[in-house]
Antibody, heavy 116, light 112 residues
Framework: EAQLVESGGGLVKPGGSLRLSCAAS????????MSWVRQAPGKGLEWVGR??????????DYAAPVQGRFTISRDDSKNTLYLEMNGLQTEDTAVYYC???????WGQGTMVTVSS | DVVMTQSPLSLPVTLGQSASISCRSG???????????LNWFHQRPGQSPRRLIY???NRDSGVPDRFSGSGSGTDFTLKISRVEAEDVGIYYC?????????FGGGTKVEIK
């Protein structure tokens, strides 16, 4: 069974950085394109970005609010997806989920709080 | 960005009755590869979303056949037949045809 487990969330000051990880199991990670989706407290779902599989070029795409501040990467040898977040703003406070492809499988999420 | 508009915002339903949620997109969701990437998700309070339907009408593994998706182009519907207590929560549609991928605002289903 496919499973995703996020980690790395926490409390960070505005302007700070954080790196989230997503450990994958139960499917062929190296062939999967992966995404990050976030949900601010009491709000709806918002795509953050995605990374294609290396056989398809490994390219990344980002939503406008995080373009230039967030970076998605992957380590296929470790079956792990990453989200590097820099220049964090209070508006980035949310639960961050990793997901496979078009969100067929989701992790449990990790909370990121940006506050002074 | 493609705007996804769901209605209604809130949907009180009686156990055993059916419920329908509408999702309209700002432009056609037919991809150049011929597929229509319209998905439906269910999120219970405090839980991660779960995909129910992909590509308009395909049920994910383990999803009861009480859930069905239909539609084309810009107009889509999720129908829940014989609503059960476990169906409460928020339902989201999502388009995967155009980047950035976008979600509808959600429909809250509750039991009357």
């Amino acid at each position: 069974e496919a499973q995703l487990v996020e980690s790395g969330g926490g409390l960070v000051k505005p302007g700070g950085s954080l790196r989230l990880s997503c450990a994958a199991s139960g499917f062929t990670f190296k062939n999967a394109w992966m995404s990050w989706v976030r949900q601010a407290p009491g709000k709806g779902l918002e795509w953050v970005g995605r990374i294609q599989s290396k056989p398809h070029g490994g390219t990344t795409d980002y939503a406008a609010p995080v373009q230039g501040r967030f970076t998605i990467s992957r380590d296929d040898s470790k079956n792990t997806l990453y989200l590097e977040m820099n220049g964090l703003q209070t508006e980035d406070t949310a639960v961050y989920y990793c997901s496979t492809g078009l969100a067929g499988v989701w992790g449990q999420g990790t909370m990121v709080t940006v506050s002074s | 960005d493609v705007v996804m508009t769901q209605s209604p915002l809130s949907l009180p339903v009686t156990l055993g009755q059916s419920a329908s949620i509408s999702c309209r997109s700002g432009q056609s969701l037919v991809h150049s590869d011929g597929n229509t990437y319209l998905n439906w998700f269910h999120q219970r309070p405090g839980q991660s979303p779960r995909r129910l339907i992909y590509n308009v009408f395909n049920r994910d593994s383990g999803v009861p056949d009480r859930f069905s998706g239909s539609g084309s182009g810009t107009d889509f519907t999720l129908k829940i037949s014989r609503v059960e207590a476990e169906d409460v929560g928020i339902y989201y549609c999502m388009q995967g045809t155009h980047w950035p991928l976008t979600f509808g605002g959600g429909t809250k289903v509750e039991i009357k």
